[in-house]
């Protein structure tokens, strides 16, 4: 398994990575204390997974390295737990269904991409908590209880969507014993349910207040949810059973209307689901593998908003989980089918498959080696991925390369005509180009598309300054100061244009409030010294100014 992710341990961040690897602001002790108790100080509410990212961060730093190291040896160690659980419960090929979960290509963007290290320590705690549960069930042991529930809790603080292991110990019960028994089965499990539905619960009001996950493209009827969730378990078990052109982004898919036509896949599991309940007497196990996967599939299947379905309504990162009962389920399949064939086979077939899956996997962890490596290769899968159009520009304009990153810019607004982001990366573009003429209609569009974006009206209120527009722009300073109180690159950029209007003594105490909110600061202890120069006193001048030099070394004497 180390060798198929060879090449992601010498990969590097890539996307929203900075949002999970510890920013600066967090990596202190009251930092620390931030992550567990302040919602909305980290990008998602995973306090246990954030905490490990910032011990990570206090032995490997910025070295993306260490990072992705732990998440291959997170993963092997939730291959050896999945084949632990599965041999306690007698299913056949349990080591076969462990080695292709640890080498299929599905689990690469688990693996490969650090950000979703949610996916991989949570699973550890998730399986680790069903084998202590388990000998629980065989024993009655409180001990074995309690360390089954205090791994839940840990799973659930790693990632809530590991609240579906009550529901599915549910479905493995009856599996096991042809029904569910009060006392025996589900009595037990009431607390852990009642945990995991609150999880649950608050994550999503979490993904909907403090990541954004509302508004327009999130405005779907019950039954475009319906069509959409029959839609998405048949793609993921399509993917899993065949991993062919699997991409980053997959195309979004548009639900327009409802025609009785996007009803079929629904239609056909819930037909699927019937069919398989009817042959419960003459075996249980495909019905148990399709409740399990459909119900570890639930909190991504378009009843809850999520996020990520601004993008794609499916990504390979969302079936981490849920695969693992499909897998079982093939594994088993195959091993009874290969008992009955010569040892060369039975030795060799299972050695191509694993063969496969890790040259696959092996393949795709090369995307990840850096930023440019990665938005070509998701451009290059999915060329309609508005998003890797805008990052790329990005990443391309702080290199210098600014006629191509225009060019994504613009596939951008291409593809996606009301994405602020795009409209403001276009403006920023034309002002490191000094056409500040140029940039003003897209800052005006991406604050009629964005008008809560404290970047956006600050942007504006810029380019408004620099074309002569100061009155304006101040508008626009306050606009972005109301929605970001504490940005000090705000209140210099006021101050400037205050300066501007004349409004001296205005402008002095907006530089000091820039210079309180960040003292290291160079710009506003340079306009400090500007400003106390222009109101005739030298001395606070000259402070200020040899300040500033400190923290710019590149600037010259203060001049005598």
């Known amino acids: 398994m180390l060798l198929c992710y060879w090449p992601a341990l010498h990969a590097g961040f890539v996307w929203n990575d900075s949002d999970y690897v510890t920013r600066p602001g967090l ?57 632990f659980l599965l041999r306690r419960w007698a299913v056949p090929g349990a080591w076969l269904a462990a080695f292709v979960f640890a080498l299929h290509p599905v689990c690469v963007e688990s693996v490969a991409w650090v950000a979703e290290q949610k996916n991989t320590q949570s699973l550890v705690f998730y399986l680790g908590a069903a084998l202590a549960y388990d000998r629980f069930t065989v024993t009655r042991s409180r001990h074995a209880y309690g360390l089954g529930l205090l791994l839940f809790v840990l799973a659930l603080l790693s990632k809530t969507t590991t609240a579906t292991l009550v529901p599915a110990f549910w479905v493995v019960a009856w599996w096991r014993h042809g029904g569910l ?18 999880a649950g619960l608050f994550s999503a009001w979490v993904e909907k207040t403090y990541i954004g996950a509302e508004g327009e493209a999130f405005a779907l009827t019950w039954l475009e949810r319906i069509m959409l969730a029959g839609r998405i378990v048949w793609f993921y078990l399509a993917k899993l059973l065949w991993p062919a052109d699997l991409a980053f982004i997959y195309p979004r898919w548009e639900f327009g209307g409802t025609s009785l036509v996007a009803l079929v896949p629904a239609v056909l599991a819930g037909l699927v689901l019937f069919a398989l309940w009817g042959l419960r007497s003459r075996t249980r196990a495909p019905l148990a593998i399709a409740l399990l996967f459909g119900g570890s599939l639930f909190p991504v299947l378009g009843f809850f908003n999520v996020y990520g379905f601004l993008y794609s309504y499916v990504a390979d990162h969302w079936q981490y989980l849920p695969c693992l009962a499909v897998i079982a389920g093939c594994a088993s399949a195959l091993t009874r089918v290969l008992e009955r064939l010569p040892r060369a086979l039975r030795i060799g077939m299972p050695l191509v498959l694993l063969g496969l899956l890790g040259f696959s996997s092996w393949q795709r962890t090369a995307m990840y080696r850096d930023l440019e490596t990665f938005y070509r290769a998701l451009l290059r899968d999915n060329p309609g991925a508005w998003m890797a159009h805008n990052n790329l520009g990005t990443f391309l304009r702080e290199k210098g390369r600014i006629d191509e990153a225009e060019v994504h810019f613009n596939e951008t607004l291409r593809l996606r005509p009301q994405s602020a982001k795009a409209h403001n990366n276009l403006g920023v573009l034309h002002q490191d180009r000094r056409r500040h003429a140029q940039a003003l209609p897209f800052f005006r569009e991406a604050v009629r598309l964005a008008p809560d974006s404290a970047i956006y009206h600050d942007n504006l209120a810029t380019a408004l300054r620099e074309t002569g527009q100061a009155a304006e722009a101040l508008t626009h300073h306050r606009e972005a100061l109301i929605r970001d109180p504490g940005w000090a690159v705000a ?55 040899e300040q500033a030099r400190r923290l710019n070394p590149a600037l010259p004497p203060f001049p005598m």
């Open 181 to 198: 028994q009060w006392a025996r089965d589900v009595r037990p499990l009431l607390p852990w349910f009642a945990l995991g539905a609150a």
């Open 491 to 545: 209140q210099n950029n006021q101050g400037v244009t205050l300066r501007a209007l004349g409004r001296l003594g205005e402008a002095l105490g907006s530089f000091q409030e820039a210079a309180r909110l960040d003292p290291h600061s160079g710009p506003a202890h340079l306009n400090l010294a500007l400003t106390y120069s222009l109101l005739g006193q030298e001395a606070e001048s000259r402070r200020h100014y």
């Open 27 to 83: 990596r202190s002790l009251q930092g620390l204390a931030r992550i567990w108790f302040e919602v909305g100080a980290t990008e998602q509410y995973y306090p246990l997974l954030h905490s490990s990212f910032w011990l990570q961060h206090r032995f490997w730093g910025d070295a993306a390295i260490g990072y992705h190291l732990f998440d291959v040896l997170l993963h092997g160690a939730s291959a050896c737990l999945f084949a």
